[in-house]
Structures are given as structure tokens and as C-alpha cells.
Antibody, heavy 121, light 107 residues
């Protein structure tokens, strides 16, 4: 059974930093691209970032480019995102998502339950 | 970026009702569309991929149709566990984008 468990959320001041983790199990982690998707309170889902299975190729939404860094440790089956220069508009539930077998990195078939990040003074 | 517009934003329905949710893309996306179900505090769940293919384990009362710019998610007979939010996602081009969601509430 595929399981994705996010952690690391919390309250952070504007301009601060935070690192989220997503522990994966139930599939061969290194074979699949992984992504972060967020949902601000009362809003729709917004794609944040994706990383290839090897970890070589990252992709970022314009809204986080230059501030967020996605990475993965295939030996630990864990996905990360380092978030810096955080803004109030980064407040959201952050989900990690696994890519499907289709080969399209943005085709998500499993999601975690999310971790809440609140950026506030 | 491709904009995805869902309608309605919310609806009230009764158990056993047929429910239809639509999603419109701002440009043609072929069949590169997925539908997800969201419940509060739970992981989003993939229901339909490729506009009309049922994800493994999803009840057959869920179906998807459409191509190009107009898509539909249909629940043939609403069940108590189906009261949730539903959203569409295009995977045709980067960045992938989502509809704003449709909340299905109990009448």
C-alpha cells in the first residue's frame, strides 16, 4: 500500500525558513517523480514543485522559484522541500504527491494527508 | 498557464441523486485531465485519469467524459461517502493547474 506522510509544518515568521519532509513507503521510491502541491485556506490546489526520480531535474512554480528548493534522498525514501523567504501568501496545507506510471511527472496518483504551514508575525 | 474553471462551485444533493460537475479548460488539453476527491483532513484521492478512465478501486458510479476544453465528472447515484469536494487538474502543459473545486453537500 502506497503511503506518503508529510511532516515539518508549523508557524513561521515572514522571511523565515522551514523544511518539509515526506516519508514514502509501499513503492519503489526512486522510480517515480515526486511533487509538492499546496492549498491555501479556502482556495484551490496549486502545484509548487516536482523532482525527477533520480533527483537531477527539479521544476518550480514561478511563485516559489528562487525561494524553495526541492530535493530527495532515495536511500531514505524521503522527499523534501526547503522553503525560504517565506511570505504570508505561502500559508497553506502542503501535500506531497507521487507521479503515476504514465510517465507524465505531473500525473499524480497518490497524495499524502498534508502538513500545515502558517506564515505570520 | 492554462486556466481550469469548474462549475458549480458548490451544490446540494440527496443520496441517490445523479450529480454532474463540469470543468472547462482555457485552451484545448486533449484528454489530459484528472479528477480528484477531497475530504477535510484527508489525502486527495484520484478518481478519474485521462478524462474518462476509472482509477483502480474507485466505484463505478463515478465516470468522466469530455475532451478538448470541456469535461464532466458524473456520480450516477450519490452515496453518503461521496459528500466531499471534487477538483479537476490538467496535465497537458507545465505548470499543471487545478480547478477551484466543487463542494458537494447534503440537501
Amino acid at each position: 500500500e502506497v503511503q506518503l506522510l508529510e511532516s515539518g509544518g508549523g508557524l513561521v515568521h515572514p522571511g523565515g525558513s522551514l523544511r518539509l519532509s515526506c516519508a514514502a513507503s509501499g513503492f519503489t521510491f526512486s522510480r517515480y517523480a515526486m511533487s509538492w502541491v499546496r492549498q491555501a485556506p479556502g482556495k484551490g490546489l496549486e502545484w509548487v514543485s516536482t523532482i525527477s526520480g533520480s533527483g537531477v531535474t527539479p521544476y518550480y512554480a514561478d511563485s516559489v522559484k528562487g525561494r524553495f528548493i526541492i530535493s530527495r534522498d532515495n536511500s531514505k525514501n524521503t522527499l523534501y522541500v526547503r522553503m525560504s523567504s517565506l511570505k504570508a501568501e505561502d500559508t497553506a496545507v502542503y501535500y506531497c504527491a507521487k507521479s503515476a506510471d504514465s510517465g507524465n511527472y505531473f500525473d499524480f496518483d497518490y497524495w499524502g494527508q498534508g502538513t500545515l504551514v502558517t506564515v505570520s508575525s | 498557464d492554462i486556466q481550469m474553471t469548474q462549475s458549480p462551485s458548490s451544490l446540494s444533493a440527496s443520496v441517490g441523486d445523479r450529480v454532474t460537475i463540469t470543468c472547462r479548460a482555457s485552451q484545448s488539453i486533449g484528454s489530459s485531465l484528472n479528477w480528484f476527491q477531497q475530504k477535510p483532513g484527508k489525502a486527495p484521492k484520484l478518481l478519474i485519469y485521462g478524462a474518462s478512465s476509472l482509477q483502480s478501486g474507485v466505484p463505478s458510479r463515478f465516470s468522466g467524459s469530455g475532451s478538448g476544453t470541456d469535461f464532466t465528472l458524473t456520480i450516477s447515484s450519490l452515496q453518503p461517502e461521496d459528500f466531499a469536494s471534487y477538483c479537476c487538474q490538467q496535465i497537458y502543459s507545465t505548470p499543471p493547474t487545478f480547478g477551484q473545486g466543487t463542494k458537494v453537500e447534503i440537501k
